[in-house]
């Protein structure tokens, strides 16, 4: 596998995946904190997390270009099970993912992403944007005495009731940061916004007015300057029974997650991931990561394109992204002490702006379809209920808005008459007989059928697909055109309608035709016509031109 993987490796590719993992590991650094701090844990947590869990997912995903993790996505997940569950619990339901990640990945469910609408995705990363932006006000604003909630209006009502406590030189910090990071990150694109942000305004702090905005030294303790001694997660089976189900909502978001990613890796460069192998890597990850203390992770789109920016060649640049992190954690904690948390904050607030998907958004809400509708109770869900509803409801209504659609089958009838009693009826249909569909048209075609027409022509051309329930209805409708003598000619039936009709039992029936065309069709019946007339009477003929198709 090695040779594989690396076979074709020269100095030049090395020099190229060092610049690349120097860089996304300096951007990985702050967001490694920050997002740690706002899933209500330590900062050096999210650190683990990117040194243990984003070594291997560089070294066992998918994508070669992926960098996995702490991510703005777990943010709202994560800090409402901490705050339920405790952080010792947290690390179990993340070694819980992991184990499922694996299994997803061996079941070969990878390609199930491609079954989540773009609405959903749309909405439930715009839901978690507006999360992470709002969670951030209180750092921003030097807000003291806030509470965390799970609920979004709940923490709203906190940030209300504590605004006569802004601190004016946490403002300022918070503002001289995000001004550093969007210039630089417009004028100076080679040097990381967020790290440059985050060192001018925390020496501003430090030199200007020294103990005046909270730092993480203040609000955490000092930062460990090494990796903890692995340790197991409480695995006793209450704990497991009790973790289930958060374990596999972080299973479930940090899949679509690394997928999303990885498509996004694929687009820039023209490669092709393994979906399968990705959820591996990512499950194996998510197992070590707990280990050590890391919280959940998973492949993180920014720092992804970072890293393919800056020329990355291989897997390697991720592994030295995690190990720059984990050289700058050992040399350099006791200084990370001195970062305010008003630093922090920009970062994330500039992160849920970057990933609101708020053009695609606009775009998509201007359509006013039904797509539209998914797309905002989905985002909605998301931020005034849970993560959890927020996907669920989407899906759901995204399901329900599908079967709406595909239940249009167009039906259309061309009756007319030939000059001996015999009536036509020509039936066009188009689309898909389901479920969904069959009774609608069961309706319609015995509401056609009062006048018993002797030959009756479903023209089936433009029929997709049909299901049982479809084959069900449409043989009541056929059944009751052969109970009172008439034919049913069956025209240009596609293969699977057609095999599901012979599977019945129906297709071959007596009283049913099958017919190439409607010429065809025509043809057969002025034949049986013919046969049951007097001779006088065999002049007579059926065209297509007659029934004024």
């Given at each position: 596998m090695f040779k594989k993987r690396f076979g074709d490796y020269s100095l030049k590719h090395f020099q190229r995946d060092l610049t690349a993992g120097l860089i996304v590991g300096l951007v990985a650094l702050p967001l490694a904190m920050a997002f740690a701090i706002a899933s209500g844990v330590e900062p050096e947590n999210g650190l683990y997390t990117a040194i243990v869990a984003g070594?291997?997912?560089?070294?066992?995903?998918?994508?070669?270009?992926?960098?996995?993790?702490p991510t703005g996505a777990f943010?709202?997940?994560?800090?409402?099970?901490?705050?339920?569950?405790?952080?010792?619990?947290?690390?179990?339901?993340?070694?819980?993912?992991?184990?499922?990640l694996v299994l997803m990945g061996l079941l070969k469910l990878g390609s199930l992403i491609d079954y989540v609408p773009r609405p959903v995705v749309i909405g439930f990363t715009a839901g978690i944007a507006v999360i992470i932006f709002t969670g951030q006000i209180a750092n921003f604003l030097g807000l003291t005495g806030v509470k965390s909630h799970p609920e979004f209006l709940d923490n709203m009502g906190e940030l209300i009731r504590h605004l006569d406590t802004v601190n004016v030189y946490?403002?300022?910090?918070?503002?001289?940061?995000?001004?550093?990071?969007?210039?630089?990150?417009?004028?100076?694109?080679?040097?990381?916004?967020?790290?440059?942000?985050?060192?001018v305004s925390s020496l501003a702090a430090y030199l200007l007015y020294p103990g005046q905005v909270r730092t993480i030294g203040?609000?955490?303790?000092?930062?460990?300057?090494?990796?903890?001694?692995?340790?197991?997660?409480?695995?006793?089976?209450?704990?497991?029974?009790?973790?289930?189900?958060?374990?596999?909502?972080?299973?479930?978001?940090g899949g679509i997650e690394s997928l999303l990613s990885a498509t996004v890796a694929?687009?820039?460069?023209?490669?092709?991931?393994?979906?399968?192998?990705?959820?591996?890597?990512?499950?194996?990850?998510?197992?070590?990561?707990?280990?050590?203390?890391?919280i959940p992770a998973t492949g993180a789109i920014a720092r992804t394109a970072t890293n393919i920016r800056s020329g990355a060649t291989s897997r390697l640049s991720g592994v030295i992204h995690g190990l720059v992190v984990l050289l700058i954690m050992v040399v350099l904690a006791p200084l990370a002490s001195h970062i305010p948390l008003a630093?922090?904050?920009?970062?994330?607030?500039?992160?849920?702006?970057?990933?609101?998907?708020?053009?695609?958004?606009?775009?998509?809400?201007?359509?006013?379809?039904?797509?539209?509708?998914?797309?905002?109770?989905?985002?909605?869900?998301?931020?005034?209920?849970?993560?959890?509803?927020?996907?669920?409801?989407?899906?759901?209504?995204?399901?329900?808005?599908?079967?709406?659609k595909m239940s249009r089958l167009d039906i259309s009838f061309h009756p007319a008459s030939d000059l001996r009693r015999n009536a036509?009826?020509?039936?066009?249909?188009?689309?898909?007989?389901?479920?969904?569909?069959?009774?609608?048209?069961?309706?319609?075609?015995?509401?056609?059928?009062?006048d018993k027409p002797k030959?009756?022509?479903?023209?089936?051309?433009?029929?997709?697909?049909?299901?049982?329930?479809?084959?069900?209805?449409?043989?009541?409708?056929?059944?009751?055109?052969?109970?009172?003598?008439?034919?049913?000619?069956?025209?240009?039936?596609?293969?699977?309608?057609?095999?599901?009709?012979?599977?019945?039992?129906?297709?071959?029936?007596?009283?049913?035709?099958?017919?190439?065309?409607?010429?065809?069709?025509?043809?057969k019946a002025t034949s049986s016509s013919h046969e049951q007339r007097p001779a006088s009477q065999q002049h007579v003929m059926l065209s297509a031109e007659e029934l004024a198709i």
């Amino acid at each position: 596998m090695f040779k594989k993987r690396f076979g074709d490796y020269s100095l030049k590719h090395f020099q190229r995946d060092l610049t690349a993992g120097l860089i996304v590991g300096l951007v990985a650094l702050p967001l490694a904190m920050a997002f740690a701090i706002a899933s209500g844990v330590e900062p050096e947590n999210g650190l683990y997390t990117a040194i243990v869990a984003g070594i291997l997912i560089s070294l066992l995903g998918g994508s070669r270009f992926q960098i996995g993790g702490p991510t703005g996505a777990f943010v709202p997940l994560l800090l409402s099970i901490v705050t339920i569950y405790g952080f010792d619990n947290l690390l179990v339901a993340g070694f819980l993912a992991g184990c499922f990640l694996v299994l997803m990945g061996l079941l070969k469910l990878g390609s199930l992403i491609d079954y989540v609408p773009r609405p959903v995705v749309i909405g439930f990363t715009a839901g978690i944007a507006v999360i992470i932006f709002t969670g951030q006000i209180a750092n921003f604003l030097g807000l003291t005495g806030v509470k965390s909630h799970p609920e979004f209006l709940d923490n709203m009502g906190e940030l209300i009731r504590h605004l006569d406590t802004v601190n004016v030189y946490a403002v300022i910090t918070a503002v001289l940061g995000l001004t550093i990071q969007l210039m630089t990150s417009r004028w100076l694109p080679k040097i990381p916004g967020p790290l440059a942000g985050l060192v001018v305004s925390s020496l501003a702090a430090y030199l200007l007015y020294p103990g005046q905005v909270r730092t993480i030294g203040s609000a955490y303790g000092q930062l460990t300057a090494s990796l903890p001694v692995p340790k197991l997660p409480d695995l006793s089976l209450d704990t497991v029974q009790l973790m289930l189900v958060p374990a596999l909502l972080i299973a479930a978001l940090g899949g679509i997650e690394s997928l999303l990613s990885a498509t996004v890796a694929d687009s820039m460069t023209g490669d092709r991931h393994h979906s399968n192998r990705e959820l591996i890597g990512q499950g194996v990850a998510n197992i070590a990561a707990p280990l050590f203390g890391g919280i959940p992770a998973t492949g993180a789109i920014a720092r992804t394109a970072t890293n393919i920016r800056s020329g990355a060649t291989s897997r390697l640049s991720g592994v030295i992204h995690g190990l720059v992190v984990l050289l700058i954690m050992v040399v350099l904690a006791p200084l990370a002490s001195h970062i305010p948390l008003a630093s922090l904050a920009p970062i994330l607030m500039v992160v849920a702006w970057n990933m609101s998907e708020r053009k695609r958004f606009i775009y998509m809400l201007r359509w006013r379809s039904g797509e539209s509708v998914v797309l905002v109770v989905t985002f909605l869900a998301t931020v005034l209920v849970d993560l959890t509803t927020g996907v669920g409801v989407g899906m759901a209504l995204a399901f329900v808005h599908f079967i709406n659609k595909m239940s249009r089958l167009d039906i259309s009838f061309h009756p007319a008459s030939d000059l001996r009693r015999n009536a036509v009826l020509v039936c066009n249909m188009k689309g898909v007989l389901f479920f969904g569909a069959a009774r609608r048209m069961e309706r319609r075609m015995i509401a056609a059928l009062a006048d018993k027409p002797k030959f009756v022509m479903l023209n089936m051309t433009k029929v997709l697909y049909m299901d049982t329930t479809g084959v069900a209805y449409l043989s009541e409708v056929i059944l009751h055109v052969l109970r009172y003598g008439g034919s049913v000619y069956l025209i240009g039936a596609q293969a699977q309608p057609l095999e599901t009709l012979i599977k019945s039992g129906l297709g071959n029936r007596e009283g049913i035709h099958h017919c190439h065309d409607l010429t065809d069709a025509l043809r057969k019946a002025t034949s049986s016509s013919h046969e049951q007339r007097p001779a006088s009477q065999q002049h007579v003929m059926l065209s297509a031109e007659e029934l004024a198709i």
